[in-house]
């Protein structure tokens, strides 16, 4: 009687033991891939600590209505204004995630950047729109003293074909009055030299300080393997028709990242896919780390700054080569030379 309660006791143990594990894979595994994603990857925290962070540096972004408290930039927001009418509505998701890939203080690429915030309802966005939305931004700098005009200029939003003519207007404007503008959009034919921008990610389970653990999104690389393409053949076929348009092609992280949410100020959500809207936010943040170690560059010089730092295999960009790169120019003197010679330093 005896050894048969202690072996009902055993089997109890056993499968208060196993529920016990399967709590904590539901909800540890979950907080620790929160977590590890919020990295920037890249090297990107490396030279925050040797304090190049985006300090110095104004930025911008024209997205959704922002919750302006939520804990990742609340402290970064140094101008906010809704250019749209939100009363009655809830709170963006996107703008959020944006905001933080971009100035968050553990998830963005530039964390001591101040930003300037533009709200516009993107569910009613027209060109013409778009377009007034990044006049306000160039006119407003203005009325900025020297040091805290916006230099950068993010939108998560892309247009076509005819719509090209009023925001391409508008933009050339911007980088002519020294306001650098990445939208996501393809090509990035406004720019000298062109570029062809796309995303690409890593698993937080993998070291995303190291170029190759970057590959597609799932779904990218499910719809071409049931296309009976490789990755890496579609990767290859891409580049080439890239080069073939006079495009550079530069990849970014766009996907398995943790961004701001817009539930409360201290919510957060897992992005698997991320999309195009995640890699202006970035290269922006890039940029704004470029800018911190070399001031004087000009809207006009910072493509070719992207084009030559895009050196990690297919031509994912390397943030420490950019701000080397900038460092760098400080003594040549412009971009040219730089892009011209970027062939051969890919690996």
């Given at each position: 009687?005896?050894g048969?309660?202690?072996?009902?006791?055993?089997?109890?143990?056993?499968?208060a033991?196993?529920?016990?594990l399967g709590?904590?894979?539901?909800?540890?595994?979950?907080?620790?891939?929160l977590?590890?994603?919020?990295?920037?990857?890249?090297?990107v925290r490396?030279l925050?600590a040797?304090?190049?962070t985006?300090?110095?540096?104004s930025?911008?972004?024209?997205d959704?209505?922002?919750?302006r408290?939520h804990?990742?930039?609340a402290n970064?927001?140094?101008?906010?204004e809704?250019?749209d009418?939100?009363?009655?509505?809830?709170?963006d998701?996107?703008g959020?995630?944006?905001?933080?890939?971009?100035v968050?203080r553990s998830v963005g690429?530039?964390?001591?950047?101040a930003?300037?915030?533009?709200?516009?309802d993107?569910a009613r966005?027209?060109p013409?729109?778009?377009?007034?939305?990044?006049?306000?931004v160039?006119d407003?700098n203005?009325?900025?003293r020297?040091?805290?005009r916006v230099r950068l200029?993010s939108?998560?939003?892309?247009y076509?074909?005819?719509?090209r003519?009023?925001?391409d207007?508008?933009?050339?404007?911007?980088?002519?009055?020294d306001?650098f503008?990445?939208?996501?959009?393809y090509p990035?034919?406004y720019?000298?030299?062109?570029?062809?921008?796309?995303g690409?990610?890593?698993?937080?389970w993998?070291?995303?300080?190291r170029?190759e653990?970057?590959g597609?999104s799932?779904g990218?690389?499910a719809?071409?393997r049931?296309?009976?393409?490789?990755v890496?053949?579609a990767l290859a076929r891409?580049?080439?028709s890239?080069?073939?348009l006079?495009?550079?092609?530069?990849?970014a992280?766009?996907?398995?990242?943790?961004v701001?949410?817009?539930?409360?100020?201290?919510?957060?959500?897992?992005?698997?896919?991320?999309g195009d809207?995640?890699?202006p936010p970035?290269?922006t943040?890039v940029?704004?780390?470029?800018?911190?170690?070399?001031p004087?560059?000009h809207?006009n010089e910072?493509a070719?700054?992207?084009?030559a730092g895009a050196?990690h295999?297919p031509?994912?960009?390397a943030?420490?080569?950019?701000?080397?790169?900038?460092?760098?120019?400080?003594a040549?003197?412009g971009?040219?030379g730089?892009v011209a010679?970027k062939?051969?330093?890919h690996?």
């Amino acid at each position: 009687m005896f050894g048969v309660s202690r072996k009902a006791a055993a089997v109890l143990l056993s499968a208060a033991l196993v529920a016990l594990l399967g709590v904590a894979l539901v909800v540890m595994v979950p907080r620790a891939r929160l977590e590890r994603a919020k990295d920037p990857g890249l090297g990107v925290r490396g030279l925050h600590a040797q304090g190049v962070t985006g300090r110095g540096v104004s930025v911008a972004i024209i997205d959704g209505q922002l919750r302006r408290d939520h804990a990742e930039y609340a402290n970064r927001v140094v101008h906010y204004e809704e250019l749209d009418d939100f009363s009655g509505l809830p709170f963006d998701m996107h703008g959020p995630a944006m905001a933080s890939l971009l100035v968050g203080r553990s998830v963005g690429v530039a964390p001591d950047a101040a930003l300037h915030y533009f709200a516009l309802d993107f569910a009613r966005l027209t060109p013409e729109r778009l377009a007034a939305a990044i006049g306000h931004v160039v006119d407003r700098n203005d009325t900025l003293r020297p040091n805290e005009r916006v230099r950068l200029l993010s939108v998560s939003t892309g247009y076509r074909g005819e719509e090209r003519v009023v925001v391409d207007a508008a933009i050339r404007r911007a980088m002519e009055r020294d306001v650098f503008v990445l939208l996501s959009v393809y090509p990035l034919d406004y720019l000298d030299p062109p570029l062809a921008i796309r995303g690409l990610g890593c698993s937080p389970w993998r070291d995303c300080d190291r170029p190759e653990a970057f590959g597609v999104s799932p779904g990218e690389a499910a719809f071409w393997r049931a296309d009976g393409v490789s990755v890496g053949e579609a990767l290859a076929r891409r580049a080439a028709s890239d080069a073939a348009l006079g495009y550079v092609t530069v990849y970014a992280p766009a996907h398995h990242r943790t961004v701001a949410g817009h539930h409360h100020p201290r919510h957060y959500r897992y992005d698997v896919e991320g999309g195009d809207s995640e890699w202006p936010p970035y290269l922006t943040g890039v940029l704004a780390l470029a800018l911190q170690v070399a001031p004087e560059l000009h809207a006009n010089e910072l493509a070719g700054l992207l084009a030559a730092g895009a050196v990690h295999g297919p031509g994912l960009v390397a943030p420490e080569r950019v701000v080397e790169l900038a460092r760098a120019l400080t003594a040549t003197g412009g971009t040219a030379g730089i892009v011209a010679g970027k062939e051969g330093e890919h690996r």
